[in-house]
Every structure is written in structure tokens, then in C-alpha cells.
């Protein structure tokens, strides 16, 4: 195990469905992100926290909101999402931002299908 | 924009061969590269750091190297087992603190 828990697994949702995706880190890291992972695409970074504050927004649309309640936790939370949302959703953790030792630990991800 | 790219191919080789993977970097110069490997349905776990002036790193089986001329990095599997079958992915950090990555390539070790 990573240190990284996700849930859930798996969710399957309608365009019209509220849901949250939770991310758990125990290695009492600084740093979280959201990560999307699209079939042959690269990984594209959506948000990063580092100690609870939001450094990124990728232009990721607003159907997605993020939160960060403290260190170690990170939720993600979807509305009004459309098919092409579908991937595998994930979250990973570092020790701290940007530093040249940085190593991401990542969950096992949310596979999402939305219909 | 920058970028990392990796051969989209799959890699298909016997075991006992030597693996090796390739990753290049477009419109900026990373200061280092990582390689992670993820199997299906599991994110990625982090292998190797190399920075940009060590000309190679190895960890037991593994090797990389990292070529600022040729803006490239390789990744080498030596005595490859089925077991290492796997989709590796290289990243590099950008002139802010985002780590891109390639999209990965699917290497398969035959029996």
C-alpha cells in the first residue's frame, strides 16, 4: 500500500448526479493533487493543494469542486458532470511542493463512468 | 508547450531480455526526470529520480539515464521477468513545480 487510500473504487453516475470522491494520505505529507487519467492520455493535473491552500486550478470546469479540509484529506466533488468526464480519477501526495526530491505516492484511483 | 513523450507502442519482449523504454521532452529543459510504473486499475508507483546532471541512476535491476543533448531519457529492465509487465510512465517537473508526464508505455515480458 502507498499511504494513499481512495474511495470509492469504483462510481458510476448520471449527468445529473451530485457525488464526492474522498482521498486519505497517512504518510503526513504537505502536498495533495487531483489527478485525471483519460484512456492513452497523459496524467492531467486538475488541483493542487499544498498545506490545505489551493495553488492550482487547471482550467479544470466548475462541475468539479475541490476541497481540502485539512492535510490529509482531499475530496473532489462532481455535478452536472458529461460523458466525456469518464476516466480514472487520481489523487496522490508529496512531502512537500516543487522540491527537487519531490516523488508523487498515488491512490489506486476512482473509475468513473458517467452516463 | 512542454511536453514528455513516450512511445505509445506497446513493448513486447522475452523474459531474461533487457527492456528498454524511452522518453523525450519537448519545449523545456526539466531539471528531472521521474519514472513511475502503473498496472491496470492502480496508480502509479514511483521507481527512479534522475536529475538532470547525473548521466545515469540504477536500482537493483533498473537503470536510467538522462541525456540533456538528445533531451531524452532512458529506462532500462535488465533480466526482465513476466512480473515487470507494466505500463511505465515518465515525468518531469516544469519551470514551476508541476510534474508532466508522457502517457506511458505498455511493456510486456513473454514467458
Known amino acids: 500500500e502507498t499511504g494513499v487510500t481512495q474511495t470509492p473504487r469504483h462510481l458510476v453516475m448520471g449527468m445529473t448526479n451530485k457525488k464526492s470522491l474522498k482521498c486519505e494520505q497517512h504518510l503526513g505529507h504537505n502536498a495533495m493533487y487531483w489527478y485525471k487519467q483519460s484512456a492513452k492520455k497523459p496524467l492531467e493535473l486538475m488541483f493542487v493543494?499544498?498545506?490545505?491552500?489551493?495553488?492550482e486550478n487547471n482550467s479544470v470546469p466548475s462541475r468539479f469542486s475541490p476541497e481540502c479540509p485539512n492535510s490529509s484529506h482531499l475530496f473532489l466533488h462532481l455535478h452536472t458532470l458529461q460523458p466525456e468526464d469518464s476516466a480514472l480519477y487520481l489523487c496522490?501526495?508529496?512531502?512537500?511542493?516543487?522540491?527537487?526530491?519531490?516523488?508523487?505516492?498515488f491512490g489506486s484511483g476512482t473509475q468513473l463512468s458517467v452516463l | 508547450s512542454q511536453k514528455i513523450e513516450q512511445n505509445s507502442e506497446a513493448l513486447n519482449i522475452q523474459e531474461g531480455k533487457t527492456a528498454t523504454l524511452t522518453c523525450n521532452y519537448t519545449n523545456y529543459s526539466p531539471a528531472y526526470l521521474q519514472w513511475y510504473r502503473q498496472d491496470p486499475g492502480r496508480g502509479p508507483v514511483f521507481l527512479l529520480l534522475?536529475?538532470?546532471?547525473?548521466k545515469e541512476k540504477r536500482k537493483e535491476r533498473l537503470k536510467v539515464t538522462f541525456d540533456t543533448t538528445l533531451k531524452q531519457s532512458l529506462f532500462h529492465i535488465t533480466a526482465s521477468q513476466p512480473a515487470d509487465s507494466a505500463t511505465y510512465l515518465c515525468a518531469g517537473m516544469d519551470s514551476s513545480y508541476k510534474l508532466i508526464f508522457g502517457s506511458g508505455t505498455r511493456l510486456l515480458v513473454r514467458p
Open positions: 496522490a501526495s508529496s512531502q512537500d511542493l516543487g522540491g527537487a526530491n519531490e516523488k508523487l505516492f
Open positions: 493543494y499544498s498545506l490545505e491552500e489551493r495553488v
Open positions: 534522475i536529475r538532470e546532471n547525473e
